[in-house]
């Protein structure tokens, strides 16, 4: 049974896989249909009609895992590493007739890489649903405080 704190506890496990650099697990978190959004625009509706700093599905999500673990990614000598800092989680939506939740999470992210450091906050927004008894994320979205600021190269996953 899914209950508000196994959607919390969902929540940290994913973002601690993250931290671990487990990235093969944490895609296991999403539903084969699985989408990872980061809007360029503050309060964004639509992404496909407007241009956005991330819009994956599964294909390339494992696509850009892969390259994380490749020895010859150059960009990635040494690895970068990461580090979420997470507000309680919020459930918006709680619809177990639907198989339908919604968690809203406001965060800190940092991401490092030899001397460089760079601090992003976020409110990350995931859609989840159950599949073969265990939670699934169908979207999850980003949105970053300054999102229509310049960026570097956000290398990992926020």
Known sequence: ??????????????????DEQRFDEW????????????PLEYGQTDRRLTASLMDEDFFLLRLRVERLKNNRTYSQKPKSRCHHVLQQPRVDVFDPETNHYVVWTAMHY?????????????????????????????????????????????????
């Open 110 to 158: 940092v991401e490092s890489r030899l001397d460089r450091q760079d601090l992003y906050a976020a409110w990350t927004t995931h859609e989840l649903t159950e599949i073969d008894g265990a939670l699934r994320i169908r979207m999850k979205r980003v949105d970053l405080v300054n999102c229509d600021s310049a960026f570097g190269s956000i290398q990992l996953f926020i």
């Open 1 to 18: 049974m899914i209950d508000r704190s196994g959607l919390a506890d969902f929540i940290y496990r994913e973002a601690r896989l993250l």
């Open 27 to 38: 895609l296991e978190l999403f539903a084969p249909d699985g989408r990872y959004w980061m």
